[in-house]
């Protein structure tokens, strides 16, 4: 699928803000077009303002995080927090468009200060969590759009919630 150019050079900005380094090859490829193109798109990003760079050491380009989102003012216990669901929670979590949120937890983890995210990674590796049964991911995310869609177009609706698993004794 060709992407229309303001559709690639968007492409190519948010995968450079990843913080991974893509040499004009990989980006060639995710957005289908020629090497050439691609070093057009850069140089139009360019012209905007965004700084990206060359890193001859990854042998490829990148964007420092910074540039898009300052620091986040998180304490200690929240940024934990958002790295337990990000890191430990991601295969239990039953909220709808869960790799949105993953990713959104990836982006802010990236923009924490190095001591923050030094102490959360350590403080990880020794936390594990038990999975709680909870309803499929893809009923989730269909409920969730019907519901996004009701709210958009004004309409009331009646949820009936019906259990998927028999009570248990507490």
Do not use: W
Request: charged share 25%; proline share 5%.
């Amino acid at each position: 699928m060709k992407l229309s150019r303001i559709s690639r050079i968007v492409q190519i900005l948010t995968t450079l803000q990843s913080g991974h380094s893509y040499s004009a090859e990989e980006l060639t490829g995710m957005v289908g077009v020629s090497r050439r193109t691609v070093f057009r798109d850069l140089k139009e990003l360019s012209s905007i303002g965004v700084p990206y760079r060359f890193d001859k050491d990854k042998g490829g380009y990148m964007i420092e995080p910074e540039f898009f989102l300052p620091s986040i003012d998180l304490n200690l216990q929240e940024a934990l927090s958002l790295l337990l669901l990000v890191h430990k929670g991601r295969t239990h979590l039953p909220i709808p468009f869960k790799n949105s949120a993953l990713l959104a937890g990836l982006k802010v983890e990236n923009n924490l200060p190095a001591k923050i995210r030094q102490y959360c990674s350590a403080t990880l590796a020794n936390i594990s969590i038990r999975p709680d049964r909870h309803a499929p991911m893809d009923l989730l995310d269909r409920l969730f759009s019907q519901l996004q869609d009701a709210i958009h177009t004004r309409r009331k609706i009646q949820l009936l919630y019906h259990s998927l698993y028999p009570q248990e004794d507490i």
